[in-house]
């Protein structure tokens, strides 16, 4: 929904809105025929906020009854709705709580159908699910998880591991890439496909994310000023779900500004889909950005929503091949034409190409052979603690030939 109003504007998001009440209304004025229980209507349809809508339901029989009818509002609600010359698609996720099985008060009642539409949301479009107990359990460890990332921000649990990036010509050090990491004092060190997911639901990563910023500039500023970073980037991973790239660049303007870091030292890394979901604003502000001088690095490139399309439409520095196609590369013969197509046509853009999760001195010669210009990878190095990548840069490990 919230797409469809920032695409097509609000009076469609409303018009949207109305004609599902509608649809609701239908079926369940059908189901009251059918149920006949009464000359009172035996539904109550409201709209909580958003687009979220209650049903409160009375005279079932069975729960298979409360099944036929969930089943119909989705079919109904299915059926896209024309607009000028757009389909617009729509599903629901359906939770239902039952009285008096679920609970006997309203609050509990309503409390316990979010929870189990929760649930619904999980199993993918267009389901629906009846509340259980034990969803209590998994809706408490949700919460517990967010908790703990809220302490984890304020008691600085978090640390950023680095890993470096080479120029493949000279095979000198061109930057870092920071990745986080969470040091809980419980379960020790957690990696970040652990908590990510959780802090993106819980909208946290946006906290996160400036956490990170702030850190990593930090940081990148003290081996500016060691004399260790000259011509080197920070790279900074930013995510989540509607990013908003006002309150990012307000962000990034105002970190470079109390580090003193200079915008040639910083590179961003957004996935394709970071961008689309509000592709007017990504779109300047990369643009500011790059007229800045930050790098502006295209994330994961080759999976889920690859679109050549994007790399005209948004501006960008560097194309960085997921490591996936990187691990391809022994397996078949195809994803080295499939790679090489990539490279030539980012090379026809302008952009510079780095190849992640490089662990072999047979992908580095593949890689080699296509002209990527940088990679990272195992092969080089792990992530590293700040300490330690400091030590590599200051006994010269990351200079040519010390591999
Ligand atoms: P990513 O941005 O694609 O980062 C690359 C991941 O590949 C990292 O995993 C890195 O440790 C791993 N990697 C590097 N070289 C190799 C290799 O040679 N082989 C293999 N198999 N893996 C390699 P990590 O650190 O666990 O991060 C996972 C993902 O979490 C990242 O994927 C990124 O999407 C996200 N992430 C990490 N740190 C941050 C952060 O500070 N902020 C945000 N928003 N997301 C982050
Ligand atoms: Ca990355
Ligand atoms: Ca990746």
Redesign the pocket.
């Known amino acids: 929904f919230k797409r469809i109003n920032d695409t097509l504007g609000h009076p469609v998001g409303d018009k949207v809105l109305i004609t599902v009440a509608e649809r609701l209304k239908g079926v369940l004025r059908q189901s009251d025929v059918v149920a006949r229980a009464s000359e009172q209507p035996t539904s109550i349809i409201s709209r909580l906020g958003g687009d979220e809508f209650t049903v409160l339901s009375a005279n079932f029989t069975s729960l298979d009854h409360i099944a036929t009818l969930t089943e119909r509002i989705i079919q109904a609600i299915e059926q896209p709705i024309i607009w000028q010359d757009q389909t617009i698609a729509l599903s629901a996720s359906i939770g239902i709580s039952v009285y008096p099985d679920d609970s006997s008060d309203l609050d509990t009642l309503l409390k316990n159908a979010d929870t189990a539409m929760y649930e619904a949301k999980e199993k993918g479009r267009n389901n629906f699910q009846f509340f259980q107990h034990q969803m209590n359990d998994a809706a408490n460890a949700r919460f517990q998880l967010a908790n703990s990332l809220r302490r984890a921000l304020t008691h600085n649990e978090f640390e ?2 680095y ?1 470096p990036q080479f120029r493949n010509l000279d095979k000198q050090l061109s930057g870092v ?5 969470w040091q809980d004092p419980v379960k020790g060190l957690v ?3 652990h908590f ?1 997911p959780f ?1 993106e639901e819980s909208g946290l ?1 946006h906290a ?2 400036d956490w ?1 910023i702030t850190t ?1 500039c930090t940081q990148a500023q003290r081996w500016v000023e060691a004399g260790l970073f000259t011509g080197r980037r920070m790279a ?5 779900q509607n990013v908003n790239f006002k309150r990012l660049s307000r962000r990034i303007l105002e970190v470079l500004e109390q580090t003193g870091l200079a915008p040639q030292h910083l590179e961003l ?1 957004l ?1 394709e889909r970071v961008m689309m979901e509000n592709t007017d604003d990504a779109v300047e502000s990369l643009q500011h950005f790059k007229e800045m001088g930050i790098a502006i690095a295209i ?2 490139f080759g999976t889920g929503y690859s679109a050549l399309s994007h790399l005209q439409l948004f501006p960008l520095t560097t194309l ?1 091949i ?2 996936s196609f ?2 391809n590369i022994s397996k078949n013969n195809n994803s080295i034409a499939l790679l090489h197509s990539i490279v030539g046509i980012a090379k026809s853009f302008d952009l510079k190409v780095i190849a ?4 072999t001195e047979e992908q580095l010669k593949v890689l080699d052979a296509i002209s990527c210009d940088e990679l ?4 080089f190095s ?2 590293i603690p700040g300490k330690q990548l400091e030590q590599g840069l200051l006994s010269g490990l990351f200079s040519p030939h010390s591999r």
Not at 236 to 240: A, V
């Open positions: 950023l591991y890993q890439e920071a990745l986080i990491r990696p970040p496909n990510l802090a990563i996160i994310n990170v990593a900074i991973n930013i995510s989540g890394e996935t994330d994961d960085k997921d490591k990187v691990q992640e999760g490089v662990e990272q990878g195992y092969l792990r992530p």
